[in-house]
């Protein structure tokens, strides 16, 4: 599904891909070093995905699309330096992390220098407005992280406190992606609203399903250890659901295992999660929200991008890693 999908925007994925590495430029080895192991590390590229074929379908002929499209992908890879600090993260993508490859203040570091590099791509482009979109999302992104951070080791948390934090965390930057693009094309207020609503919902979906891998994925197809979420504390849907369903010594199970992390009973709890019918809920969630993405591809152009942004919705929600 994936590989179908850059084909369709197959001569700019390679130019996305050529203009990454070129950004990655620095005087400072450490800096590329860094830089070039995380982004060379087999990720999808899902997100600059998105600019590629929401530009395209809405006809942009220019060529700012793939240095936004780049963008998107440096913010995705600041945030992911810092979050395997702040998770104390130690696989990503089959690999070991930066900050275990490296140590954790040049993760840090390192992902300062990406998002610095990525507002500097957008100054060139000098779309005020696309500037506006992309300042207010790495906004969200840091308070979604500081939520996040706020409810690890809770089992107070809520279904709306979790969502609250995928939606910043996650779906926002889905989402800044399709609107920008949309910008970027010239769009009207309705188009660019509506795309900027499918990569929200897709976003939502992505996490959904990330979240129930946690519990039921593999660590080879994944890339990284299955049950990291309850090891480090974080009350993730299935959790959730899974202590209001199950009985008094289930809750309180997970609710000790949310407040001390470690995976002493990992599959204790992993067998409890599956029994609940706490997967099949978060599944059914990430569908529901598949389902409003779909109807918002309504006033597209029918052609093979908006096909493209289809297989994305699809491929989020049926995505094994």
Known sequence: MVTQIHQIVADDFAALNRTVVAQ????????ESIGHYITEAGGKRMRPVLVLLSSNNLGYSGTDHIELATVIEFLHTATLLHDDVV????????RPTANTKWDNPSSVLVGDFIYSRAFELLVGIGDMEIMDVMASTTNKISEGEVLQLIN????????????????NKTAILFAAACKS?????GADEKVKENLHQFGLQVGLAFQLIDDVLDYSGSSEAMGKNVGDDIAEGKPTLPLIFAMQ??????????????RSGGR???DTIMA???NSGALDYTR????????KAMQCLDCLPDNDYKNGLAKVADAALNRES
Do not use: F, W
């Open 24 to 31: 990655l430029h620095s005087d400072v080895p450490l800096i």
């Open 87 to 94: 998770d104390m993260s130690e696989m990503r993508r089959g």
């Open 152 to 167: 690890q080791h809770n089992p107070q948390t809520t279904e709306a406190d979790y969502m609250q934090v995928i939606l």
């Open 181 to 185: 693009a949309a910008i970027l094309a």
């Open 245 to 258: 369903q199950g009985s008094a010594e289930d809750k309180a199970l997970i609710e000790n295992a949310i």
């Open 264 to 266: 002493e009973q990992l």
């Open 272 to 274: 409890t999660v599956l």
């Open 284 to 291: 059914n969630k990430a569908t529901q929200c598949i389902d």
